[in-house]
Nanobody, 122 residues
């Protein structure tokens, strides 16, 4: 059974930085697509970044500000967020797919973490 545990969320001022972590068990994340998604109140869940193999894609809204990295030894995925804006405020989720591929649809992922709140104040 795949388990994903996110951490690192919090309250930060606009322009600040945070690093989210997603510790995985039950699946070797380097062999599967992994994604970061977020959901703001009253909005649909949206993709932030997808990592599959050595390729990463980013949503236009975060491109140039967010960076995904992976520590294979720790089986952990990271999301480094800088230049944060109030509109980045959301619950951030880590997700794992049962295959490789750069799918940006949430339905393409079969395992999800519990989410971590990121709040950016203006």
């Amino acid at each position: 059974q795949v388990q994903l545990v996110e951490s690192g969320g919090g309250l930060v001022q606009a322009g600040g930085s945070l690093r989210l972590s997603c510790a995985a068990s039950g699946r070797t994340i380097s062999n599967y697509a992994m994604g970061w998604f977020r959901q703001a109140p009253g909005k649909e869940r949206e993709y932030v970044a997808i990592r599959s193999g050595s390729t990463t894609v980013y949503a236009d809204s975060v491109k140039g500000r967010f960076t995904v990295s992976r520590d294979n030894a720790k089986n952990t995925l990271y999301l480094q967020m800088s230049g944060l804006k109030p509109e980045d405020t959301a619950v951030y989720y880590c997700a794992s797919a049962a295959r490789l591929g750069l799918t940006v649809r949430a339905t393409g992922y079969d395992s999800w973490g519990q989410g971590t709140q990121v709040t950016v104040s203006s």
